[in-house]
């Protein structure tokens, strides 16, 4: 199995941390999003988007973050990010809070709607720091109903997996995260596991020369 992946991408560090919460051995692959690599027919082949992360099984090639987690949790079931054990309700808000950030927050803040939106950094800056709060603030409301020591219940989940990489990604947009009492509880629990700290950005950042 190899992973195509950049250090601080958020939706390769889910998969990631998924990878090493389940303890599966892979091969990671740096593909550098600024040089334009990730443009280039290589990975183009690999990604019709040219976007990151991409999964290798067996020469197949997985193209979104969720299929990818979905995968492992069909080969590698325990332990689950799926709420294993949880009745049907509970297993749809973990999905439902994962969509929150995976579908409805995460890809507005991106680049690519950013330069779409203006050619001014500032505010590219503003756009992404809007739909960062209005995704943060639907997920503190949501999850205020659900949340134990994590986003539902006290398992991990790919809830989970969503919402930390997505407070990175608010960090570096200077997004004010002290109303979200809830998710600071939760990120805080994330922090103590080692899955996180085997995952997080710091740890593929590449060395300067």
Not at 66 to 87: C, F, Q, T
Request: glycine fraction near 4%; hydrophobic fraction near 35%.
């Amino acid at each position: 199995m190899k992973l195509y992946h950049y250090w601080r991408s958020s939706s390769s560090w889910r998969v990631r941390w998924a990878l090493a919460y389940k303890k599966v051995a892979y091969e990671g692959v740096a593909v550098d999003l600024l040089s334009g690599e990730s443009d280039s027919e290589t990975h183009l082949a690999r990604h019709p988007f040219g976007y990151v992360p991409v999964m290798e099984i067996e020469g197949q090639m997985l193209t979104e973050s969720l299929a990818m987690i979905r995968y492992l949790e069909d080969v590698h079931p325990k332990p689950s990010l799926l709420g294993e054990g949880l009745n049907p309700i509970a297993r749809a808000r973990i999905v439902e809070l994962a969509e929150t950030i995976n579908a409805d927050t995460q890809p507005l803040q991106n680049l690519d709607p950013q330069f779409l939106h203006s050619d001014d950094p500032e505010k590219r800056k503003a756009w992404a720091k809007h739909w960062i709060v209005r995704g943060l603030t639907a997920y503190e409301r949501l999850c205020s109903k659900t949340a134990g020591k994590f986003s539902v219940g006290d398992s991990l989940s790919v809830a989970d997996l969503c919402l930390v990489p997505q407070l990175y990604n608010a960090r570096r947009y200077e997004v004010d995260l002290s109303p979200y009492t809830t998710i600071a509880r939760i990120e805080k629990n994330c922090a103590d596991l080692e899955s996180y700290r085997a995952s997080e950005p710091s740890k593929f950042e590449p060395k300067k020369v």
